[in-house]
């Protein structure tokens, strides 16, 4: 059961503009949502969250945007730059629990 | 304050071997998560603790995996024996209270089964 879905493996942006990476869930029942950067050989380091209940949170260059309603969450990057080249997953925690379900990842490449 | 730590970085093992993964936690955090990263499924979990018991092990595939806590800054994720199959990147994390919702990495073990 794959209740967190990155449905794109990778995405390459050139380096100024907008990356848009895209997360779906299954399950309703959470209280946050979790985006993490990952860079090769390296663990998974946070970058942003958001609440169940707010529909945009912003940090910087990067704001998450969630839709109830459809179930789907999306992370922006603006600008992007060739330092945000790497894996990011979201993941999703439930109420009541402090385990995180994790996405498959998207691999951004920032070109020069 | 050091980060996660994980020993080995890198494991190769022939089938059937025991592969013992190691993993210190940030001083202070109460709980502790392995995860393993393929592919195919991403970042699984397989088990966490919480003040060193086991909370829930629901994601461990099989017998042939094992894990313990015994004391606050030191686990152990063993595999025995060993298969193809479980080549991957095993990650331990930490957060500091159940409460938490951001957990530390460590930078991961490569373990690759021949």
């Known amino acids: 059961d794959q209740q967190v879905k990155q449905n794109s493996p990778s995405l390459s942006v050139q380096e100024g503009r907008i990356s848009i990476l895209n997360c779906d869930y299954t399950?309703?029942?959470?209280?946050?949502f979790l985006w993490y950067k990952k860079y090769p050989a390296e663990g998974p380091t946070f970058l942003i969250s958001?609440?169940?209940?707010?529909d945009k949170n912003e940090d910087g260059r990067f704001t998450v945007f969630l839709n109830k309603s459809a179930k789907h969450l999306s992370l922006h990057i603006v600008p992007s730059q060739p330092g945000d080249s790497a894996v990011y997953f979201c993941a999703k925690r439930n109420f009541g629990n402090e385990k995180l379900t994790f996405g498959t990842g998207t691999r951004l490449t920032i070109i020069p | 304050d050091a980060g996660v730590i994980q020993s080995p970085r890198h494991e190769v093992t022939e089938m059937g071997q025991e592969v013992t993964l190691r993993c210190k936690p940030i001083s202070g955090h109460n709980s502790l998560f392995w995860y393993r990263q393929t592919m195919m499924r991403g970042l699984e979990l397989l088990i966490y603790f919480n003040n060193n018991v086991p909370i829930d092990d629901s994601g461990m595939p099989e017998d042939r995996f094992s894990a313990k806590m015994p004391n606050a800054s030191f686990s152990t994720l063993k595999i025995q024996p060993s298969e193809p199959r479980d080549s991957a990147v095993y990650f331990c994390?930490?957060?500091?209270?159940?409460?938490?919702?951001?957990?530390?990495f460590g930078p991961g073990t490569r373990l690759t089964v021949t």
């Open positions: 399950n309703s029942m959470f209280d946050y």
């Open positions: 958001i609440s169940s209940i707010k």
């Open positions: 994390a930490s957060s500091p209270t159940r409460d938490s919702y951001e957990q530390y």
